[in-house]
């Protein structure tokens, strides 16, 4: 599965972004995960098509909503309340197949988007 990633940006703190990440084809779940200079890459926020679960990490719970559009089988994620600690490289993923369903765990997926920058500036 190619996955196409798109929606990054220079926003203020507490402004709003949506990220969207197409993918060329049926998924068993997708997620967000970012990196930021010098640091690990870190999960954010994954969907299982399967039942429309949804799982956030702790640090955006309440701020960002991942939806998905499963006739275009394009992601979202809508970014509100942005903190300057949001800044980093925001790269979308695929699992392509499963049954049980690990979304924090990088290493489940087998599909990488492209990365879009998001900057939050004070």
């Known amino acids: 599965v190619q996955l196409q990633a798109s929606g990054g940006g220079l926003v203020q703190t507490g402004g709003s972004l949506r990220l969207s990440c197409a993918a060329s084809?049926?998924?068993?779940?997708m997620g967000w995960f970012r990196q930021a200079p010098g640091k690990e890459r870190n999960f954010v926020a994954a969907?299982?098509?399967?039942?429309?679960?949804?799982y956030y990490a702790d640090s955006v719970k309440g701020r960002f909503t991942i939806s998905s559009d499963t006739a275009k089988n394009t992601l979202y994620l809508q970014m509100n309340r942005l903190k300057l600690e949001d800044s980093a490289v925001y790269y979308c993923?695929?699992?392509?197949?499963?049954?049980?369903?690990?979304?924090?765990?990088?290493?489940?997926?087998?599909?990488w988007g492209q990365g879009t920058q998001v900057t939050v500036s004070s």
């Open positions: 969907l299982r098509w399967t039942g429309d679960s949804t």
């Open positions: 993923a695929a699992i392509s197949s499963g049954s049980g369903w690990y979304p924090m765990v990088p290493q489940e997926y087998d599909s």
């Open positions: 084809g049926r998924t068993f779940s």
